[in-house]
């Protein structure tokens, strides 16, 4: 079996850094799920098909809003040193025209997300305020980052996984479609909250994806801390 390119190169991977965030991530939305549901806070369901709980909801109560932050607060850290490394991964291919850009976008939504998690379950307005628009930045940020992420390295992503990060990007329309949607034409609030809700853990789905899809391109490419990886004669770097 033919060993991807930089593997025997040394420095530190960094495809268990984006592997690490959407384990993190899946862990910290099921886990108080679980919790929420064992406890009666949410009503037993599938969330993905049925709507019947956002991710907020079923991480608000209880141990489960512990466990919740616990996870996503060093995920928070985790995200952010992601998108400076995918800054670096660019930049070593020649990649340099949006990288601030990038790293402003990924930085916001790393702090967006803390934001959210820091204030789930506190009561009041202004905490209400810090939830709502620090879930809303970290998707929306993110969003952006990936698309940006795409543009700089249109030349340098091998075409196969290119095209799967397109499609997911894609994908991840459907849900905010979605929601305009259901806001215009359904009438029922409780059914239009139920498909609301269904959308959002749809699309944290795809989140999920996009950083499997960068570990696995990290992972081919051989991308190390500490050397130029993932191209036959890569220098040391940084």
Request: aromatic share 10%; proline share 5%; charged share 15%.
């Amino acid at each position: 079996m033919r060993t991807p390119a930089g593997h025997e190169g040394g420095g530190i991977p960094l495809w268990p850094l984006p592997s690490a965030i959407a384990a993190l991530l899946v862990v910290a939305v099921h886990v108080p799920l679980w919790l929420s549901l064992r406890d009666g806070h949410v009503p037993a369901c599938v969330p993905y098909l049925e709507g019947c709980t956002s991710i907020s909801r079923a991480a608000r109560h209880g141990l489960g809003n512990h466990v919740f932050r616990l996870l996503v607060l060093p995920c928070a850290a985790l995200l952010a040193l992601h998108w400076w490394t995918s800054v670096r991964w660019l930049a070593l291919r020649g990649a340099l025209r949006g990288g601030r850009v990038l790293l402003a976008l990924g930085l916001l939504a790393a702090v967006a997300l803390a934001v959210y998690a820091t204030f789930l379950g506190s009561d009041g307005a202004g905490y209400r305020f810090m939830r709502r628009y620090g879930v809303v930045l970290y998707f929306g940020a993110s969003y952006l980052a990936q698309l940006v992420f795409l543009r700089m390295g249109r030349d340098a992503l091998p075409p196969a996984l290119r095209a799967a990060m397109v499609a997911t990007c894609v994908l991840m329309l459907a849900p905010g479609l979605g929601n305009v949607a259901a806001s215009a034409l359904v009438g029922d609030a409780l059914l239009k909250d139920r498909v609301e809700n269904a959308l959002e853990w749809q699309l944290g789905v795809l989140l999920v994806a996009w950083y499997l899809l960068q570990a696995r391109l990290w992972w081919i490419e051989g991308y190390r801390f500490g050397l130029d990886t993932g191209r036959p004669g890569g220098r040391a770097a940084g």
